[in-house]
């Protein structure tokens, strides 16, 4: 979409373009609030501030709609706009047999001790990277876990805005 569709974009087709980002309500609604946007970097600077807003009951609600990494489908169905980002960031994610297994066993172990899903940015690693993050994330506390969960998926969503709103 380019910056000036987004800046006179209906209230509702401002709110679907951002859940493509990230399916938190309230960050759509606070990003619109404050449109019209001189520039893409003055869109992500209040998306990025905004992120910072966002409660745990929020961000677990948005975990339900991530596939789990090497994982091809979501708990819930995802939009193809949601598709195609999932796709595209986990391109670099081609683990052999052995690799798949540490992934499975991997997630499985994540989800039974923190009750949600193993969210990285995983755009631009290799399915190893993803696996060693993996592994070092297991030995963190709760809220340790929380925090990075936090930052990783305001990551994605900075990253989903900046590669789908043009100039």
Same mark, same amino acid.
């Given at each position: ?61 948005? /975990? ?9 489908? %979501?708990? $819930? *169905?995802?939009?193809? @706009? ?48 993803? /696996? ?9 506390? %709760?809220? $340790? *876990?929380?925090?990075? @969960? ?18």
């Amino acid at each position: 979409m380019q910056l000036i569709e987004f800046n006179q974009a209906s209230t509702e087709d401002a709110i679907r373009f951002l859940k493509h980002c990230v399916q938190i309500p309230s960050w759509a609604t606070d990003v619109i609030a404050q449109r019209p946007y001189a520039s893409i970097d003055a869109v992500l600077a209040v998306a990025k501030q905004q992120a910072t807003t966002w409660t745990w009951d929020e961000i677990k609600l948005a /975990l339900d709609n991530h596939p789990r990494i090497g994982e091809k489908k %979501a708990q $819930t *169905e995802l939009s193809e @706009v949601e598709q195609g980002f999932s796709h595209r960031e986990q391109s670099a994610i081609t683990p052999d047999e052995e690799t798949q297994l540490a992934l499975i066993k991997g997630n499985q172990a994540y989800e039974k001790k923190y009750g949600h899903i193993f969210l990285i940015k995983a755009f631009g690693l290799t399915s190893e990277d993803v /696996l060693q993050a993996l592994k070092y994330r297991l030995v963190n506390d %709760a809220e $340790t *876990e929380k925090r990075i @969960v936090h930052h990783q998926l305001a990551e994605i969503a900075l990253l989903r805005l900046s590669q789908e709103l043009q100039p």
